[in-house]
C-alpha cells in the first residue's frame, strides 16, 4: 500500500541527498488553488489576490472564491489632502484675507503629509535617470580653431566708437562661424536630414501622423497663445517714460545709428532695439508701442517651448507639458512680456542656456556645451539682470564635478565649461569692446543700486540683503513687490494652485536630493534665489525688491519646479486610481489657475495700470484728429505740468513718432509768430496757463476732455485762425 508522504519524510529526504531525491508532493486541489481576502493595513485599503503564493496549508475549509488577478488597490488619502491643505493655506493669504497663521499650519500639516506619503510608498521618490556619458568627444579640427582666434582680436578691435559697423560685424561672423567649423560635431541626424531631403525631392509626398500626445500640445499651445496675445491692443493700451526712451533708441536704429550699447536713460543693451525696428518695418507698425509689444511678446512665447524641453529633461514629458501650461497661463510672466519692455529677454535666454547646460552635463555632448554658450552671449545684448547667469553656469559647473565621482567625467565637464565660455566671449565681444572703453556707463544701472552710486545704502549692508532675500523667496507665496508698471502689488507672484503646488514641488525635490543626492535636484533648488539675485542685490533701494523684471529668470525653475509637484501629485493618484480620475483633477486644477490668472490680468492688471497710467493716447488722438481737419501737427502743444504726460508720447500716440509736443509756459508767447489756428493741451490744475493764455488768445475756446479714467481730464484750448491773426 503507497501512503502519501508526509512533509517529515519530504524533510528527512532533503538532509540525506546520498539516499536519492525527495518524494514527490502532489498538487493541491484545484479549490485551493485561488483564494481572496480583503484586509485594512495601515490605513490603506488592500486588495489582496492569489494565496497559493502563502505558504502551504495542509487543512484548509474550501468555499467557492471569485477568480481574479492579483492586485492592490491603495487609496492615496494623503495626496489628495495635502493637495488640499496646500490651495487651502495659499489661498488664505491671497488678498485681502491675509491670515498668515492658518496658511503656515496649513502648509505645516502639507509637509507632515508628503513625508507621510513618502515613507509608506504612497508617493514614491523616483530618482533622476543616471547621467550614462563618461568623457567629453576630443575632436577638434584645429586649423578651423586657430584660424578664429585673429579674426576674434581683429573683430574686437573693430568694435569701437560704440559702433555697429560692415567691418566688425563681417569678421564677429566670421570668427563665430570658424569656431563652429573647428568644435561643432556633425551628428547622424544631419545624414539623415540629407538623405530624407533627397527622398523627398525625388518623390514628393507628405504623410501627416498626429498622435494623441500632438494634438494636447497643440491644444495646450492655442491656450497659452490666447492668455499672452488676447487683448494686447489694449492690456496695456498706455505707455509710460520708459517707452518714450525705447522709441528714441529704435528711431535711431532705423535712421542708420547702430550702436552697440544705447547709453541714454543709464544705458541699454541692443538686442530690443534691433528686434523693434525689424518688427516695426516687417509688420509695418513703426515707432508705434505695438511694435514694442509684439516683440516683447514674441521673447515670452519662444521662452515656452525651452521650458518645456528642459522640464522634459529634467523629468518627463508630463512635467514638460505642465510646465509650458503653468508658465503660458501664469501672470507674472504675461504681464513683464505685455508691458513692451526689455524684462522677457532674461528667461528668453535664461531657458536656453540652462536646458543645453543641464543636457550637456548629463550627456556630455560639445554641441549642447556650444549652444549654450551662445544663449550666454545673446543674453548679454539683451536685459541687463542676465548678467548674473554666468555665474549661475559656473555654479551648476562645480555642482556637477562635487557630485561625481568619475575623474573623466570632472575633467569633461570642465572642458564643457571652457567651451561654454568660448563662445559665450565670441558672441559678447561687441559689449565686451564696449564695457572697456566706456566702464562707468556700462556698469551704472547695476551699481545704481548694488552700491552707493545714487544713494547711501539705508542699513548695514548684510541685513539689506537677508531681508531682501527673505522676501525673494516669499514673493511667490506673499507679495511681488510695489512697482504698478509690471505687477499688481501686494499679491503673491503666483496664483493659488501654482504657488501650492511650486511648495509641494520644493518639498519633493529635498526629498529627493537627500535619498538620491543627484545634483540636479539641488541646482534648481538654488538656481532660483540665484536668478533672482539682481532683484536681490537691489541694496541702495530695497523698496524696489522684489521686482518681477528683475527676477524674471527664475521663471525658468520655478515652473519647472510647479510642473515637478503636479505631476508628482497626480502620477500618485493615476497609479492607483487610474489616470481617468488623474487627468480629472489636473484638469480641475489648471482650470482653476487659469480662471484666477486670467482675473489678476485682465482685470486686476488692467485696472491698476489704467489707474497708475496717463492717457497720452488720448491726447495723441485729438492732436492727429486737429491736424487731420483745421490744424496741422506743428501747431499743437502740450503745456508741461509736474507729474504728468510725457510729452513724448503724445507724438508716438498721434502717429507722429517720439516727437516731443512740450511748450512751457514761459514759451507760450512766441506761438503769436505763427498765424495759424492752434490747440494747446492744458492740464486742469494749470490756472496759471489758463489765464495767460486767454490774455494771450482772448477769442479762443476752452472746452474739458471727460476721459473715461477718473482724474484724467484735460483742457483742450483752441486758438481759430482769426484770433491768430490779431
Known amino acids: 500500500m503507497n501512503e502519501e508522504p508526509t512533509v517529515l519524510d519530504y524533510v528527512k529526504a532533503l538532509l540525506t541527498p546520498w539516499k536519492g531525491p525527495p518524494p514527490r508532493i502532489p498538487p493541491l486541489p484545484e479549490e485551493l488553488e485561488s483564494d481572496t481576502s480583503i484586509k485594512v493595513a495601515g490605513g490603506d485599503l488592500v486588495v489582496i489576490d492569489d494565496a497559493a503564493k502563502a ?9 467557492e472564491k471569485p477568480e481574479t488577478a492579483l ?30 497663521t492658518v496658511a503656515v499650519v496649513g502648509y505645516a500639516v502639507v509637509c507632515a503629509l508628503m513625508i507621510w506619503a513618502f515613507l509608506s510608498d504612497e508617493w514614491q521618490l523616483l530618482s533622476v535617470s543616471e547621467d550614462t556619458a563618461t568623457s567629453l568627444s576630443a575632436k577638434v ?38 569656431a563652429l567649423a ?76 547702430y550702436s552697440i550699447f544705447f547709453p541714454r536713460n543709464t544705458g541699454r543693451e541692443a538686442f530690443q532695439m534691433y528686434l523693434t525696428a525689424l518688427i516695426a518695418v516687417v509688420f509695418g507698425t513703426g515707432l508705434s508701442f505695438a511694435s514694442l509689444k509684439i ?117 569633461s565637464a570642465f572642458w564643457g565649461l571652457v567651451i561654454i565660455g568660448f563662445f559665450a566671449l565670441i558672441v559678447f565681444l561687441p559689449l565686451l569692446r564696449y564695457s572697456l572703453e566706456y566702464p562707468d556707463m556700462f556698469a551704472f544701472r547695476a551699481f545704481s543700486r548694488l552700491g552707493t552710486t545714487e544713494r547711501a545704502l539705508p542699513g548695514p549692508a548684510h541685513e539689506i540683503f537677508f531681508g531682501n532675500l527673505w522676501r525673494a523667496v516669499i514673493m511667490y507665496f506673499w507679495d511681488n513687490g510695489n512697482i504698478w508698471v509690471h505687477s499688481v502689488t501686494g499679491r503673491p507672484a503666483l496664483d493659488i494652485v501654482t504657488a501650492a503646488v511650486y511648495f509641494i514641488g520644493t518639498i519633493y525635490l529635498i526629498a529627493r536630493y537627500a535619498r538620491y543626492r543627484h545634483w ?35 521663471i525658468v525653475p520655478v515652473f519647472i519646479i510647479a510642473a515637478i509637484g503636479l505631476e508628482g501629485a497626480l502620477t500618485s493618484i493615476g497609479k492607483q486610481l487610474g489616470k481617468g480620475l488623474a487627468v480629472v483633477l489636473g484638469l480641475i486644477l489648471i482650470v482653476w489657475s487659469a480662471s484666477q490668472n486670467y482675473d489678476i490680468v485682465f482685470r486686476q492688471f488692467y485696472k491698476q495700470f489704467m489707474g497708475g497710467a496717463w492717457n497720452t493716447s488720448d491726447i495723441g488722438h485729438v492732436i492727429r484728429a486737429y491736424a487731420d481737419s483745421i490744424g496741422s501737427k506743428d501747431s499743437a502743444y502740450v503745456v508741461p505740468y509736474p507729474h504728468w504726460v510725457d510729452t513724448r508720447l503724445v507724438g508716438v500716440n498721434a502717429g507722429y513718432g517720439p516727437q516731443d509736443y512740450a511748450l512751457p509756459r514761459e514759451r507760450i508767447e512766441e506761438t503769436l509768430a505763427f498765424m495759424g489756428p492752434k490747440l494747446f493741451i492744458v492740464n486742469t490744475a494749470d490756472e496759471e496757463t489758463l489765464i495767460q493764455l486767454k490774455k494771450l488768445y482772448p477769442k479762443g475756446t476752452q472746452k474739458l476732455f471727460d476721459s473715461s479714467l477718473e482724474g484724467k481730464d484735460f483742457i483742450m484750448y483752441f486758438v481759430p485762425e482769426i484770433d491768430a491773426r490779431r
Open 55 to 63: 505558504a502551504p496549508v495542509l487543512a484548509v475549509e474550501t468555499e
Open 141 to 178: 579640427k584645429p586649423i578651423f580653431l586657430l584660424a578664429s582666434f585673429p579674426l576674434i582680436l581683429f573683430a574686437f578691435l573693430a568694435f569701437k566708437g560704440n559702433r555697429f559697423t560692415s567691418l566688425n560685424l563681417i569678421l564677429w561672423s566670421l570668427a563665430l562661424l570658424l
Open 182 to 257: 573647428a568644435l561643432w560635431l556633425p551628428g547622424e541626424r544631419v545624414g539623415n536630414l540629407k538623405q530624407e531631403l533627397l527622398r523627398f525631392f525625388k518623390h514628393p509626398s507628405f504623410n501627416v501622423d498626429i498622435s494623441s500626445w500632438t494634438l494636447l500640445l497643440l491644444v495646450s499651445t492655442l491656450v497659452v497663445i490666447f492668455f499672452r496675445t488676447y487683448a494686447l491692443d489694449k492690456i496695456p493700451n498706455e505707455m509710460f517714460s520708459d517707452h518714450a526712451e525705447k522709441l528714441q533708441d529704435v528711431a535711431e536704429v532705423l535712421d542708420g545709428r
Open 71 to 100: 492586485r492592490k488597490v491603495v487609496i492615496p488619502w494623503r495626496t489628495f489632502l495635502l493637495v488640499v491643505f496646500a490651495t487651502f493655506a495659499q489661498s488664505f493669504i491671497e488678498p485681502p484675507s491675509r491670515n498668515v
Open 520 to 554: 540636479v535636484d539641488l541646482f534648481l533648488l538654488i538656481s532660483v534665489p540665484l536668478l533672482m539675485m539682481p532683484s536681490i542685490l537691489s541694496l541702495a533701494f530695497p523698496d524696489e525688491n522684489p521686482a518681477l523684471n528683475r527676477a524674471s529668470g527664475a
Open 295 to 411: 516683440g516683447t511678446v514674441l521673447a515670452g512665447v519662444v521662452t515656452l517651448p525651452y521650458i518645456y524641453l528642459l522640464g522634459r529633461e529634467i523629468g518627463n514629458k508630463w512635467v514638460g507639458l505642465l510646465a509650458f501650461i503653468l508658465a503660458g497661463i501664469a501672470y507674472w510672466p504675461n504681464v513683464i512680456s505685455r508691458i513692451g519692455l526689455r524684462f522677457p529677454l532674461y528667461p528668453l535666454f535664461v531657458a536656453p542656456a540652462l536646458f543645453y547646460l543641464i543636457r550637456g552635463l548629463r550627456k556630455l555632448q560639445r554641441n549642447d556645451f556650444i549652444l549654450a554658450g551662445i544663449a550666454v552671449g545673446l543674453g548679454l545684448h539683451g536685459y541687463s539682470p542676465f548678467r548674473i547667469v554666468p555665474f549661475v553656469i559656473i555654479f551648476a559647473v562645480v555642482l556637477y564635478i562635487l557630485h561625481t565621482s568619475s575623474g573623466s567625467r570632472r575633467a
